[in-house]
């Protein structure tokens, strides 16, 4: 079904479109009175503080990078220093059977290291804390099937200590089981 346009429709449409271009006339202007054109030279001059700014900023991080180095240079350094003039006190307490009042190595708020025996067996897993057999005991395959973690945690605890004193010792345990069992 096909209309047939006579003399008033296409009147119409000349209309419509004449319509169409003069809302779209509106719209340009619109956008070109939101987006006035700045001139080139204004942008130019503007850009050239951003320039000078930015190679500041890359410069004084430059040379902020240089002085970390030289001060973590510097602590290294006095550090050596350090532990060379303790070593021959330190010997000279334990020689005396006094206590050393210096802290070297490890800091006073580190606990012991702790090493774990860990073997495979038919039934689950033996573990024991190096140099201690009497903390020798066998977790069973269920256990650890249930949850690694819980029965590392377990054992240290029960074994070793509170993770609150001893650190995280149920972590490194649980580490040794996974890569046996693995």
Do not use: W
Request: some cysteine; glycine content about 8%.
């Amino acid at each position: 079904m096909s209309k047939k346009k006579g003399k008033n429709g296409k009147v119409a449409a000349a209309e419509k479109a004449a319509g169409d271009k003069a809302a779209k006339a509106k719209a340009s202007k619109a956008e070109k009175a939101i987006e006035p054109k700045v001139p080139q030279a204004e942008l130019d001059a503007l850009r050239k503080p951003i320039e000078e700014a930015k190679g500041k900023l890359e410069k004084a991080q430059a040379e902020a990078k240089t002085l970390a180095e030289k001060a973590r240079g510097l602590v290294a350094e006095a550090k050596d220093a350090y532990r060379a003039a303790l070593a021959p006190y330190r010997e000279a307490c334990n020689k005396a059977g006094t206590e050393c009042e210096y802290e070297g190595g490890r800091s006073a708020n580190v606990s012991e290291k702790v090493s774990f025996l860990v073997e495979k067996t038919d039934k689950g897993v033996r573990v024991m804390v190096k140099g201690q057999p009497k903390t020798e005991e066998v977790i069973p395959l269920a256990v650890l099937k249930e949850s690694i973690n819980k029965a590392a945690y377990a054992f240290t605890d029960k074994h070793v200590g509170p993770k609150e004193e001893v650190g995280n010792k149920g972590g490194s345990l649980s580490n040794r089981l996974r890569a046996v069992l693995g």
